[in-house]
């Protein structure tokens, strides 16, 4: 007698191992643990929270009881990008700089979170501690994102920048990220895939397999191309940086904002992909009720095209979530964290820190 076809799944399952389940980011026990953390005795003063990227690191100290805030910049601390003696580098000029603009040293600091760009941030947490101490707090760049967008509470940050990712955490701590798989694999719903999508969807309308489209037009303008189909060696033959093609989004938005149909469809198309994303991580954080979705990333400057389908499908599945874009420059997300870590999010919580950060940021 023939096997079922669940029972040739399961025979051809048990020839592979075991795909592991477990949440692709988890918090560190400093930071995790909501609702049951007291307040320091002493009383913490000096914060460091450090945004680092792939072309720029930022470093923020503030005083608690100033309040005040200093920043130091450095070079780029993506260890994907300049490996790890130089990203280490860079977040410790960005630090210092930062320090000495406080007036104190890093032993003065009462807690300090780094959150930084790249696949393999324990390399890089072990040479923070090796030369500094291992109360410096290394996370991902996702959860000092997660944090900035959500105030650093159990909810959803959607990251949709040049890149696009989803991280969650439930009221007991518990996380889940969705998303994050880079340019080739994912990036649903950023600027790259926005601009990505744009020229494909130029591309059908020139060989009269899709829509027509002022995207066309736009793109041969934007690129300085000769026309369609050189565009599209472009994109094989320089190529086409990742942010050259994320730049087109900006496009993409006016045109929808003007009526053109393709480009609201992607758009919307967009916002259904990174809505799955939130769905899987609002599952498997147990999130319901009340709970922050901030939107967070240069895509959703875009407008109502973007957000309102986004935000629709999200209240699909929780009616109550708040789902807002949040304009806090990143090291904002460094420096909640940091007050965690320090017991401290009360006296943070009493300061708006947003302003804080803007005033201290030069003028664009």
Known sequence: MGKTAGEASLSIACKYPA???????????????????????????????????????????????????????GGPSNQDAVGVQAAGRALFDAADHALAGAGINDGQLDAAVLAVAG????????????????????????????????????????????GSNVLGVGRDGRSWRAGGWGHLLGDEGSGYWLGLQSIRAALRDREASGPATALS????????????????????????????????????????????????????????????QIAAVIRQTQLDGEFPVGLIGSA????????????????????RADVHVVDMAPVGGALLLAARAAHAEQALADIDLSTLIDTALPRR
């Open 19 to 73: 795909v592991d389940r477990a949440p692709l980011v988890t918090l560190p026990p400093a930071l995790a643990g909501f609702g049951r953390r007291p307040p320091s005795e002493a009383g913490a003063r000096y914060l460091l929270g450090v945004d680092g990227g792939a072309t720029k690191t930022l470093a923020a100290v503030i005083d608690l009881q100033s309040p005040s805030l200093h920043l130091g910049h």
């Open 119 to 162: 696949t393999d941030t324990p390399s890089v947490a072990r040479h923070v501690r090796a030369e500094r101490s291992g109360q410096w707090i290394v996370v991902g760049d996702v959860v000092g994102a997660w944090a900035t967008a959500t105030g650093a509470r159990p909810g959803v940050g959607v990251i949709a920048g040049t």
């Open 217 to 276: 037009d736009a793109a041969v303008d934007f690129f300085g191309a000769a026309s369609v189909e050189t565009l599209a060696a472009s994109v094989y033959g320089k190529p086409l940086t990742k942010g050259e093609i994320a730049a087109f989004a900006v496009e993409t938005a006016a045109l929808a904002q003007r009526g053109d149909e393709v480009a609201r469809a992607l758009y919307q198309e967009g916002a259904r992909e990174l809505a799955r």
């Open 300 to 319: 959703y400057k875009a407008g109502p095209i973007f957000v309102d389908p986004l935000a629709a499908d999200i209240h699909a599945l929780a009616p």
